[in-house]
């Protein structure tokens, strides 16, 4: 196996808890920290119908369904981390010689509401591209407004409905950022099942940059494991349940990689909160 190296708000209240963390009682801070949570998505709520009021374009997903993937009720930030997915994609799969606008069969794994399978449908007609996800609103509105793909619904946990081998390329953007070790390695696991012997798959993960905003004894502890998952319940009743968030090391995702690939590349993304691996089916 061969292996290379080269180089996504929080309100006011949660900075007001912040600074009371020290002098506040513990029943207090439990109190207040429900009581956000309990708000927080309602919020949410309210903000997305605002924003649909507002600058909703018939071509653009609803505002809940963006938030779900960006954090964000940003229509600029939505198009632009696509955009940009979209470009570090085609570059990273042009490096191992495959056109990603002319590659076959290939599958967005997390799809979500097409923040990144849109910006490749614009280019092109050459690739079959299918996307799946666990949101079937999500799902919903992806197969009633982007033409040129197919979108499928999947569970929590694989199989995916697909056969061995038949996809060339499989990409997931910001998927693994939030999934569990067993969720991970139950979909490498799958992913590989249904990528064909010499097929790609790129994963992006949190990277260095990301990891900076984490407290010193988290970052011990993802240096220590390889791997580190935090849940919050703030996004409950927003996201999916086991949708929390995840960081990896190079090395761990490396080597989960490695046992089905003949090459496994990490790439940093310089100014990027994440990294790609790519793996090349044994
Ligand atoms: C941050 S969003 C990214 C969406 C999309 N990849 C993009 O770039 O806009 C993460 C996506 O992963 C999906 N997801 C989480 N767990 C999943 C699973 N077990 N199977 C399929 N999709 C999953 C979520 O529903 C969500 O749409």
Not at 96 to 114: K, P, S, T, Y
Request: with cysteine.
């Amino acid at each position: 196996m061969r292996r290379c190296s080269g180089s996504l708000g929080e309100c006011a209240t949660m900075h007001i808890m912040a600074e009371w963390k020290f002098t506040l009682p513990g029943h207090v801070k439990s109190s207040l920290s429900s009581m956000y949570h309990r708000i927080f998505p309602f919020w949410v709520r309210l903000r997305c119908i605002a924003s649909d009021f507002g600058d909703r374009s018939p071509s653009l997903p609803p505002a809940l369904l963006r938030f779900r993937v960006s954090e964000s009720f940003s229509v600029g930030q939505f198009n632009a981390i696509g955009e940009g997915c979209a470009m570090q994609l085609a570059d990273i799969a042009c490096a191992f010689g495959v056109d990603i606008l002319n590659a076959g069969v290939a599958l967005d794994f997390g799809c979500g509401c097409g923040r990144t399978i849109r910006q490749l449908l614009a280019k092109t007609h050459s690739t079959t591209f299918i996307g799946t996800d666990v949101d079937h609103e999500a799902v919903a509105w992806c197969s009633s407004n982007l033409a040129g793909a197919s979108f499928f619904t999947n569970e929590m946990v694989p199989p995916l409905m697909f056969d061995f081998a038949s996809f060339d390329l499989v990409y997931c953007i910001s998927v693994f950022t939030h999934l569990d070790e067993r969720l991970q390695d139950l979909w490498l696991e799958e992913l590989f099942r249904v990528i064909r012997p010499g097929g790609i798959l790129i994963l992006s993960v949190h990277g260095r940059n990301a990891h900076r905003s984490l407290p010193e004894f988290q970052i011990q502890k993802l240096k220590s494991y390889g791997i580190l998952h935090l849940t919050s319940k703030k996004l409950l009743g927003i996201v999916p349940e086991q949708y929390h968030t995840t960081w990896h090391t190079e090395e761990y995702i490396v080597s989960r990689l490695s046992a089905q690939s003949k090459v496994v590349c990490y790439r940093t993304i310089p100014d990027g909160i994440q990294d790609y691996v790519v793996a090349i089916k044994k």
